[in-house]
């Protein structure tokens, strides 16, 4: 069975900090792309940032240089830093598996940015 399990939301003053962690079971890990996606309240669901296999990353031009994805591979764990959040970056975010016609995702994890 696959489970992507996100943890490490919460409430962040804006300019604050956050890292998201996504274990992943049930899947070979190091071959999938590994992707955040993050839903706003009444929005569609936007991929924020992925990661290949090998570690090559994009991230959506709003998040350029406050985010960071990586992965540790021997953990089965993709993480997003977060940094020097707004308000806008205030969303559910979705930890993503993706490997050719296989898709999983996690049940989300809450950050809101508020003073």
């Known amino acids: 069975q696959v489970q992507l399990v996100e943890s490490g939301g919460g409430l962040v003053q804006p300019g604050g900090s956050l890292r998201l962690s996504c274990a992943a079971s049930?899947?070979?890990?190091?071959?999938?792309?590994m992707r955040w996606y993050r839903q706003a309240p009444g929005k569609q669901r936007d991929l924020v940032a992925s990661?290949?296999?090998?570690?090559?990353?994009n991230y959506v031009d709003s998040v350029k240089g406050r985010f960071t994805i990586s992965r540790d591979n021997a953990k089965n764990t993709v993480y997003l830093q977060m940094n020097s959040l707004k308000p806008e970056d205030t969303a559910v975010y979705y930890c993503?598996?993706?490997?050719?016609?296989?898709?999983?995702w996690g049940q989300g994890t809450q950050v809101t940015v508020s003073s």
């Open positions: 993503n598996a993706y490997f050719d016609i296989r898709e999983h």
């Open positions: 049930g899947i070979i890990f190091s071959s999938y792309v």
């Open positions: 990661i290949t296999s090998v570690g090559s990353s």
